[in-house]
């Protein structure tokens, strides 16, 4: 968002005009403004974990591709990221649907929650396939690995493509409409019944 010109009349012989300064994503504002104990810091540590492993998925799926270091252990490596993601984003995504959608949907908004919610589905998929494709390759690791990079590759822009939408979109768009008093307190007390994969100090 840029900051326009309204209210610089009469500023003429003042001197230089304030610069209007770097334009933040609402997830930086969220990230430098949300309480410490704030039940939406989990959700935003799981997306920060989720994010590091999909990025780490990329580079060994990198590696594999470009004969990288030993094909066995970035098979192994792959499987196991594949794993920690699959793990995170079950834990994760449940936690939206039970303890965000449904206050949504409540309040009359089913657009976000629907689409996000399909969107978990897929992600279900993908990374089934991918912990398969993974183990198969482990046990013939010369076989054609194309599947594995479609997966992964698949995987990988859902999870950034997701995570993008729900800390610029759905999370201000939560704080925006949860406001009547001892909503966070019920988001909360859902929250605390699903493990989670990671500690609020993911960044
Ligand atoms: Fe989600
Ligand atoms: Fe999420």
């Known amino acids: 968002m840029t900051q ?3 209210g610089d009349g009469g500023r003429k012989g003042r001197g230089p005009r304030s610069s209007p300064g770097p334009t933040l994503s609402p997830s930086v504002d969220l990230d430098r403004n949300l309480p410490l104990e704030h039940p939406l810091r989990l959700f935003l540590a799981e997306h ?3 994010r590091r492993l999909a990025d780490e998925l990329d580079e060994y799926c990198s590696r594999l591709a470009r004969n990288r270091g030993n094909r ?3 098979l192994a490596k792959i499987r196991g990221l594949a794993l920690e993601l699959q793990s995170a984003s079950r834990a994760h995504h449940r ?4 303890a965000l ?7 009359g908004v089913h657009g976000p929650p629907d689409v996000l919610e399909t969107e978990h589905d897929d992600f279900d998929q993908l990374e089934a396939d991918l912990v398969r494709l993974a183990a ?3 046990l013939a690791p010369q076989a054609d ?3 594995l990079f479609q997966a992964a590759s698949s995987l990988i822009a859902l999870s950034r493509s997701h995570i993008h939408r729900e800390n610029e979109v759905l999370f201000p768009m939560v704080l925006e409409l949860f406001t009547r008093d001892g909503i966070w307190d019920e988001v909360q007390r859902v929250s605390d019944t ?5 500690s609020e100090d993911e960044s």
Request: glycine share 6%.
């Open 4 to 6: 326009g010109s309204q």
């Open 48 to 50: 920060a974990l989720m």
């Open 72 to 74: 066995i252990e970035n």
């Open 95 to 98: 936690r939206e649907e039970e």
């Open 101 to 107: 959608f449904g206050q949504l949907r409540a309040r």
């Open 136 to 138: 198969e390759l482990q």
């Open 145 to 147: 690995p194309t599947a």
């Open 194 to 198: 699903i493990p989670s994969s990671t």
